[in-house]
């Protein structure tokens, strides 16, 4: 039907929760000729576990993830977007179809190497996110669901930016430890146009950590956020500079969050030397499973 | 009420559920919903809907909203009209209040299918076989009452704009979860503003009704042992 719809040569808008949509189609910004409400098809809400995998319906509410247990950090993610109001009607497709630059599912997903599946006439698809991100979404697509492993170690996400039920985070960050593979991975939103991950701390923490009893050194912490605010410089194409930050602010914004993420997903060996610096007064809010 | 929907997203009294959009002057796309791109549907319960208006100036919308427990028929809103615009501007149902129209400030906020949205970000046309209830609509007893009273024993109510909001945010709130503490309460209120009262007193009268309301479980227990039944049906704790 969507294909019909998408035929018909009129404007086709999928429509989740409406969070975004609505307001965009009140003010103007978005035309619709045609709207495809997915809210009552009860196949896009389930949520599933298989062996090593977990799948989110892309009807999946932030309210329906942010009881998860399956899944805690992404539950916690979950739990720190918007207000209310806005989680109990935003889904998990529209934050993929809207693609903000610091979603916090987006950089919960990033960091979490999830896959996107899509349906189109041409049938089921999967991808990637950072895939499914820069090819986007074919006219006559929509997304089905998301996958990611299971939770394989501790997960924080931490965001930081103005009223949070009012407005998306100005910076967010994932970190996902994976103890059996012994790995971290780490997103970072708001600084490029999408999230992305940190490649070099990655890899510092892989050779860092003492993977036997998840330990690492006083001072790894540190270091972690300064390889993420040098990785965050890089990032391009960076998010143009708005009223709501600085490019600067939000390196350095980037290295605080990932610096104190990183400590929360891991023991640290002894008491650190010195109180590692952030800035006073943010608002980050996070979360350890 | 003749509100019977089942809980959660299920199709509620006025309809299978199955089109969002329109149902009679259809352009032609929606029949039967088959669902898009095959795999993702095709089962029985619900199906995606399009509403098939047309591009044309007034693509004209008909459907059924079931609004504190009454059936309307919306004709004549234009299908990318939000449920805000049609309840007040079509529906001529003022106890929404219109601020921000995006999501930001809760005066619209309504429950549907017992839980709290703000009808400014909700497609009118997807609501068709929810139940919406707004201020209004929460009855003029029980929990809803004893908000509304302690909104203003306690002076919450000063301009009055984001009341009718705020009391539906406070009942839902308390029927979820009875015992909330101070940091519960700013965090569930925090979809909603208000830019006279500091909320201070917002937050007294949700103290009050909370202490009035434990006063009286503690006296019910021995006669009934019943708790109390939420004036909407019950959202469900997910
Ligand atoms: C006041 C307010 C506060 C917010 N706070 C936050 C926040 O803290 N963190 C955050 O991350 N976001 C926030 N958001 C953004 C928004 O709520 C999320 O992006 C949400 O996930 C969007 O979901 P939706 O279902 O409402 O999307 P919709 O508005 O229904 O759709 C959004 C876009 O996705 C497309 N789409 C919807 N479903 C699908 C699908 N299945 N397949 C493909 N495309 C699809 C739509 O066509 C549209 O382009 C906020 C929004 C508001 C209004
Ligand atoms: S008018 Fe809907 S939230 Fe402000
Ligand atoms: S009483 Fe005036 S906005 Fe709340």
């Known amino acids: 039907m969507l294909a019909a719809a998408h035929d018909s040569g009129a404007a086709v808008a999928l429509l989740g929760g409406g969070t975004d949509l609505v307001p965009a189609l009140r003010s103007g910004e978005r035309v619709a000729g045609v709207v495809v409400a997915l809210r009552r098809v009860l196949e896009l809400r389930v949520r599933g576990a298989g062996a090593d995998s977990l799948t989110i319906g892309a009807g999946a509410t932030y309210t329906d993830l942010a009881g998860w247990s399956l899944s805690p950090g992404l539950a916690r993610a979950a739990r720190v977007v918007g207000s209310v109001q806005i989680r109990n009607t935003g889904t998990v497709g529209g934050a993929l179809g809207s693609a903000r630059p610091a979603g916090d599912l987006l950089t919960f997903l990033t960091a979490a190497d999830a896959e996107v599946l899509t349906a189109s006439p041409r049938g089921l698809d999967r991808q990637p996110l950072p895939r499914f991100l820069a090819d986007g979404l074919a006219p006559d697509a929509l997304v089905t669901a998301v996958r990611l492993a299971r939770p394989g170690g501790p997960q924080v996400y931490l965001k930081i930016g103005d009223r949070q039920a009012a407005y998306p985070a100005v910076v967010s960050c994932a970190v996902l430890v994976d103890r059996v593979r012994h790995r971290l991975t780490c997103a970072i939103g708001g600084v490029g146009l999408l999230p992305a991950r940190m490649g070099d701390a990655e890899r510092y923490a892989r050779d860092e950590v003492d993977w036997s009893t998840g330990t690492v050194s006083p001072t790894a912490a540190r270091r972690f956020g300064d390889l993420v605010v040098e990785a965050a410089a890089r990032i391009t194409p960076a998010l143009p500079a708005g009223p709501r930050g600085s490019a600067e602010y939000r390196w350095h914004a980037a290295g605080v969050l990932a610096g104190r993420a990183f400590a929360r997903c891991l023991h640290v060996t002894a008491p650190p030397a010195g109180v590692p610096g952030g800035p006073a007064g943010d608002s980050a809010v996070g979360g350890q499973p | ?238």
């Open chain 2, 1 to 238: 009420m003749t509100a019977v929907a089942p809980d959660g997203f299920a199709a509620g009294p006025t309809g299978t559920g199955e089109t969002a959009g329109t149902d009679g002057e259809a352009t032609g796309t929606d029949g039967g919903a088959t669902g898009a791109g095959g795999g993702a549907n095709g089962g029985d319960g619900g199906e995606a809907g399009v509403g098939g208006g047309e591009t044309g100036a007034d693509g004209n919308e008909s459907y059924r909203l079931n609004v504190d427990g009454f059936l309307r028929t919306v004709n004549g809103a234009r299908l990318g009209d939000s449920l805000l615009t049609v309840l007040r501007d079509t529906l001529g149902v003022t106890a929404v209040k219109d601020a921000c129209e995006q999501g930001r400030c809760g005066a619209c906020s309504v429950l549907l299918d017992g839980r709290l949205a703000a009808s400014c970000t909700v497609l009118a046309a997807d609501a068709d076989g929810t139940r919406v209830v707004t201020v209004a609509g929460l009855g003029g007893a029980g929990l809803a009452r004893a908000v509304r009273a302690m909104f203003l024993a306690e002076g919450a109510v000063q301009c009055g704009f984001c009341t009718p909001g705020f009391v539906v945010a406070v009942t839902d709130l308390l029927t979820r979860h009875p015992d909330a503490d101070e940091e519960e309460i700013r965090e569930a209120l925090a979809g909603n503003i208000c830019r006279c009262t500091g909320y201070g007193r917002i937050l007294a009268a949700v103290r009050a009704v909370q202490a009035e309301r434990s006063l009286l479980r503690s006296g019910d227990a021995h006669s009934s042992g019943q708790t109390q039944r939420p004036p909407d049906g019950g959202p469900d704790g997910g």
